[in-house]
């Protein structure tokens, strides 16, 4: 099959150029079977399209100096539409095409549901908005002097959508705000549903590439890159011109053209990458191979390196100093072949990424090592009473700041401030009284239902003395 390629000129016309080059034999039957394998990533690029084109019509909203208050109701139902849809094309081609993966899809969106209030919230609207076709939200405010809002009332919400879960339901009804900024709310569980994709499209290509994807996807991307010189689009065709017919008057001619698919194998190759990170001296001399570390010397990684009959190039490396001439050194590798523009943009979120792990893990260290206002030594009680009388109570805890943060809270806890309020169980708790010595040796809490009214509380009837020597 002879390979061409497509592309328009300044004129903006069309022009297709068949090369000289034919591709035949094993080399062709190796290209049509890397370009079959390659295909089987369509589905995974094109998953997320319809979520994205209504998360982008919103963000276009938002940026919009008019109001356009009568296009918003049907940019909010149509995204809310296509995060459920989104979920449920993802589960029916994996329950269809790849039943194994099934369980970590479904332990994946448990996670996201669980671990994100956004989606939870959008999750529930969805249905509401589907089920009782009454607006998602309230009011809304937009105006060039300040951020657009979109309020949805917790009332609102409880009130109109009955078939809400009961577990959402009781975690609305136990918050003590009274109402959400839709923007804020979409933003965040587009978010989430966009590393969830990006889980479960990985999930998938390491599937793939037990099949021999990535060799694929990098022998199509040095073959689109080696015919590629108007910045067009190549492919192969069977047909052929006749030279003496070309010149003659009103000539027609259809040629069957086949795209390689540059595009997903730029999707796939994106996905596949090489991160790593070491902590020690970096040394001034440089691997041949991918970087390594030994006895606390850290060698840097060779910028194009062959790996498994894959070219790999270095896109960034970081290096952050710690102390005493320790650094934090991170590289990312990606399969060579692709665009400059996919290199820059995945170096800065690279970076980006790497600098916040970095902050968060000096704040941690930090934490770790500035000493605590109450010592380990120190004597906490901890004592429960369930009612205004103050009648019944409890010893919870009576034991050291140690064994209190070992056993029931984090290794950071600092004592509780008054006023203070947590979950203890299924019940929300306040601390009412506090008490403590000058050197914070011995600390005293008393603690009660959140419900109750601080002015009713008889507090004649907290008293330390009573347990002190218990």
Same mark, same amino acid.
């Given at each position: ?68 208050? =009568? ?87 409880? =009130? ?225 009473? =369930? ?84």
């Amino acid at each position: 099959m002879r390979v061409y390629e497509q592309y328009r000129n300044s004129l903006g016309e069309f022009i297709l150029v068949l090369k000289k080059e034919n591709i035949t034999g094993n080399k062709l039957i190796e290209l049509k079977k890397d370009i079959a394998l390659i295909q089987k990533l369509s589905p995974v690029s094109k998953r997320l399209l319809p979520l994205k084109n209504s998360h982008d019509k919103f963000e276009q909203w938002k940026a919009s100096p008019k109001s356009i208050d =009568d296009e918003i109701i049907d940019i909010v139902t149509i995204y809310l539409s296509n995060t459920s849809s989104f979920i449920d094309q993802w589960n029916s081609f994996l329950k269809r095409e790849y039943s194994d993966l099934h369980s970590f899809f479904d332990k994946e969106k448990r996670t996201m549901y669980e671990k994100t209030f956004a989606y939870r919230l959008i999750y529930n609207l969805r249905n509401m908005s589907h089920h009782t076709h009454q607006l998602p939200y309230n009011r809304l405010t937009k105006s060039i002097e300040s951020a657009p809002l979109i309020v949805l009332e917790k009332r609102y919400f409880l =009130d109109v959508h009955k078939g809400m879960q009961p577990s959402f339901r009781k975690e609305l009804e136990e918050l003590e705000v009274e109402a959400f900024n839709l923007v804020e709310i979409i933003s965040e569980s587009y978010e989430a549903l966009i590393k969830f994709h990006e889980k479960i499209s990985s999930k998938l290509t390491e599937k793939l590439y037990q099949d021999g994807l990535l060799d694929s996807i990098y022998r199509v991307l040095q073959f689109y890159n080696d015919h590629q010189e108007n910045n067009g689009v190549v492919g192969l065709t069977k047909d052929e011109l006749n030279p003496r017919k070309v010149l003659q008057k009103d000539f027609r001619q259809t040629l069957g053209l086949e795209e390689i698919p540059y595009n997903l194998a730029c999707f796939g190759a994106l996905s596949c990458k090489v991160e790593l990170t070491f902590t020690g001296i970096v040394n001034k001399h440089r691997s041949n191979h991918f970087p390594y570390e030994q006895d606390g010397t850290i060698y840097k990684g060779a910028d194009l390196l062959s790996y498994k009959n894959v070219k790999w190039v270095k896109v960034h490396e970081l290096v952050l100093n710690i102390r005493n001439n320790k650094s934090v050194y991170s590289v990312l590798y990606m399969v060579d072949g692709l665009p400059l523009k996919e290199y820059e943009r995945k170096k800065d979120e690279f970076e980006s990424k790497k600098r916040k792990e970095f902050i968060a893990y000096s704040e941690e260290h930090y934490n770790k090592m500035k000493p605590k206002k109450i010592d380990d030594s120190a004597k906490i009680l901890i004592i429960y009473f =369930d009612d205004e009388k103050s009648l019944r109570q409890e010893i919870l805890f009576s034991g050291s700041a140690e064994q209190l943060r070992q056993n029931h809270l984090a290794n950071d806890w600092d004592g509780f401030n008054l006023g203070d309020s947590f979950h203890l169980d299924d019940v929300k708790v306040r601390v009412y009284v506090k008490r403590s010595d000058l050197e914070q040796k011995n600390i005293g809490y008393f603690i009660g239902p959140d419900s109750l009214n601080p002015n009713k509380i008889n507090y004649d009837k907290l008293r330390f003395q009573e347990y002190s020597d218990k």
